[in-house]
């Protein structure tokens, strides 16, 4: 039992080093080539046969069983553009106060290296009761088609996944979908002089009354209701020209009580605009609160909860789990960092919970 936790304390060590690595590497949204080369050189330190491809990298445990479950370990090494507000260099990781500063510290950084951390743990191990892949995937900020989505193919069928997202550790059971909608609203183009009971900015206005005052009435007992928000509007090009077309873009938050497809009939059934999807596959994703994985973390003190953030799991089919070390809210902030303990709490508490899930 020594012996293990020495091996846990190095990985810890390693994870951490990794990271300070990723972070000091550019890897904005489809530019992850260079922490893509990091990643291959974990594997390649750990003597674990990977696969790669565009910028997503994967590896399979060693005692692979076509007959067993396989079991996801899934976090993303792509980063947002980091924003004007920062005060430290967002390419330099800056250890103070017990904080790893930089950009991807927090999201997903630490969470990625914490899973790779635990599959290098469980890698060897025989009889386990799952296969173990994971995913060091690419292209996640920006829902990119060459990420995660584009290696499900060469995967076996997933029974379950791990989505790493930084949760404080807690078990965010389900997670909110997302649909996109361009809405286009006409009327008739005219002088602004003359008499026009057809202007497509005056159409907009019962378009826009609807989405802000519709319920939907499935309300999911963890995420609540569908939420949609108006966030554009875009007409007209001159003060004395009445404008053909008015447009507006939707940003709509599903729960999973609906699919994709479902909310856009119900929206086109109300609404009478031109309604054009950007996208269908960011659907809602959960994971009963009685699953194994879930009752593992709440053994250990983990609490559940509803996460209205969109991550990998919108791609996936089998049921997730997001959990992770870090916080949501220092997402995508100025100055990101991760707390150094939180990396070695989430590497000892991803393996417990697997540890226990495999026993049940």
Not at 60 to 80: E, Q, R, Y
Not at 126 to 155: D, M, Q, R, T, W
Not at 222 to 249: F, R
Request: hydrophobic share 40%; with cysteine; net charge negative.
């Amino acid at each position: 039992m020594v012996e293990q936790m020495k091996n846990i304390e190095i990985l810890t060590q390693e994870a951490i080093s990794l990271l300070k690595a990723l972070i000091e590497t550019p890897s904005f949204s489809s530019e992850e080539d260079q922490t893509a080369l990091l990643i291959e050189n974990w594997f390649h330190q750990n003597e674990i046969p990977f696969h790669r491809e565009n910028n997503n990298v994967w590896a399979f445990n060693k005692h692979f069983d076509k007959a067993k479950p396989t079991l996801l370990l899934n976090s993303h090494h792509d980063t947002v553009k980091p924003n004007q507000a920062y005060t430290n260099d967002p390419f330099k990781a800056i250890v103070r106060d017990g904080k790893l500063f930089g950009l991807g510290s927090n999201d997903a950084g630490g969470c990625l290296v914490s899973l790779l951390a635990t599959f290098v743990h469980f890698y060897a191990h025989e009889n386990l009761p799952y296969n173990i892949v994971i995913v060091a995937s690419a292209e996640e900020e920006s829902s990119g088609k060459n990420g995660l989505n584009s290696v499900l193919k060469h995967l076996p069928v997933l029974d379950c996944a791990i989505v790493g997202e930084p949760t404080l550790m807690q078990l965010a059971i389900a997670e909110k979908g997302l649909l996109v909608l361009d809405v286009k609203v006409k009327g008739t183009a005219s002088h602004a002089a003359h008499q026009n009971d057809d202007n497509s900015i005056y159409n907009t206005i019962p378009v826009i009354q609807w989405f802000k005052t519709f319920e939907f009435d499935k309300i999911s007992e963890q995420l609540g209701p569908v939420k949609m928000t108006v966030t554009q509007i875009n007409a007209g090009k001159q003060h004395n020209v009445v404008p053909s077309e008015c447009d507006l873009v939707i940003d709509i938050r599903v729960n999973d009580c609906y699919s994709n497809p479902e909310i856009l009939a119900i929206v086109k059934k109300h609404v009478a605009a031109e309604i054009t999807p950007r996208s269908m596959h960011l659907n809602a994703s959960s994971i009963p609160a009685t699953h194994g994985l879930v009752q593992a973390g709440i053994a250990l003190g983990r609490t559940t909860y509803g996460s209205p953030t969109l991550s990998d799991q919108s791609v996936l089919s089998c049921q997730s789990l997001k959990l992770g070390p870090g916080e949501t809210l220092r997402s995508h902030s100025a100055d990101e960092f991760i707390f150094l303990n939180e990396i070695e709490e989430g590497i000892q508490l991803y393996i417990k919970i697997l540890t226990d899930f495999f026993k049940q």
